[in-house]
């Protein structure tokens, strides 16, 4: 049986720029720096993990979210936008809805 390694900020840091880099690892790595309070740096990997995969509609909801903790409503907004965008073009229903009423919040 394979051991799970706990998620943690250090260890996965450790994983960027290496060939596990990927837009979850990002993500992943996103979650975690919120759920730290540090908005900036989660911010600035969700946009690394739309660099490597723009159609990753969980990334666009947490990077709405996120701006949206941020005290950005119009960059929250712009990324919902767009995330609900992608979803709509790759069929996730479930993306679209729950963007669509986090964006109608929002206003």
Do not use: C
Not at 7 to 32: F, K, N, V, Y
Not at 38 to 53: I, P, V
Not at 57 to 71: F, I, M, P, S
């Amino acid at each position: 049986m394979k051991r799970r390694l706990p998620l943690d900020i250090e260890t996965l840091l450790r994983l960027l720029g290496t060939p596990r880099d990927s837009a979850m690892l990002r993500l992943t790595l996103a979650r975690l720096l919120s759920a730290r309070g540090d908005l900036a740096a989660a911010e600035a990997h969700l946009e690394a993990a739309l660099a490597m995969d723009a159609d990753y509609t969980a990334a666009w909801k947490e990077l709405g979210r996120v701006r949206q903790q941020r005290e950005d409503p119009a960059g929250a907004a712009d990324a919902w936008r767009q995330g609900i965008d992608k979803a709509r073009a790759n069929g996730d229903k479930q993306a679209e809805k729950e963007m669509t009423v986090f964006l109608r919040r929002l206003r």
